[in-house]
């Protein structure tokens, strides 16, 4: 999953969404019971910078939103702090 939603994002590029779907679509042709999981992942991409959530052009926490998200590439992997 992460491998997937990662692919998408570095394939549209900088300032290009995709729906999560679309890779649960890659993943399997039953692909909605994936779907929570997916967000999961998502979320953790996010945490890490990979990936930037998003809801009628708003960030929001992958987890958080109800309803369609999509899904950008996020600025980076975050440092920890020292």
Known sequence: MRAALLTLAQERGTGKSFCPSEAARMLAADWRPLMPQ??????????????QA??????????????????????GPRRPLP
């Open 38 to 51: 997916l967000r999961q992942v998502a979320a953790q991409l996010q945490d890490e910078g990979l990936l």
């Open 54 to 75: 998003t809801q009628k052009g708003h960030p929001v926490h992958p987890l958080a939103a109800r309803g369609p998200i999509r899904l950008t590439l996020g600025s």
